[in-house]
Nanobody, 121 residues
Framework: QVQLVESAGGLVQAGGSLRLSCAAS??????AGWFRQAPGKEREFVAA????????YYANSVKGRFTISRDNAKNTMYLQMNSLKPEDTAVYYC????????????????WGQGTQVTVSS
């Protein structure tokens, strides 16, 4: 089992920045990712990172604004979100997996509890 604990999200004005963290414990994993779910919408991929190679992947909607990173020593993943837009408002989830397409929710076995990010216009 992998346990994932996210930091608190928050309320930020459009154009602002916010950093989320996700602390992992338990078994090892290969890929960690961030997803988000807005009210009435399906959960969607935001970003992912391969734990050993640092390779990163981003949704087109956040590319150039969000940065995913990880700290091996702390076993923690981060999502730095800049130039936030109202459409970024959602519950953000961190997730981990060992094998499969990094973009698909179906391939992630472990999930955090989710944290609310609200961007006001």
């Amino acid at each position: 089992q992998v346990q994932l604990v996210e930091s608190a999200g928050g309320l930020v004005q459009a154009g602002g920045s916010l950093r989320l963290s996700c602390a992992a414990s338990g078994r090892t994993f290969s890929v960690a990712g961030w997803f988000r779910q807005a009210p009435g919408k399906e959960r969607e991929f935001v970003a992912a990172i391969v734990w050993t190679t640092h390779s990163t992947y981003y949704a087109n909607s956040v590319k150039g604004r969000f940065t995913i990173s990880r700290d091996n020593a702390k076993n923690t993943m981060y999502l730095q979100m800049n130039s936030l837009k109202p459409e970024d408002t959602a519950v953000y989830y961190c997730a981990a997996q060992n094998f499969g397409n990094v973009y698909s929710t179906e391939n992630y076995d472990y999930w955090g509890q989710g944290t609310q990010v609200t961007v006001s216009s």
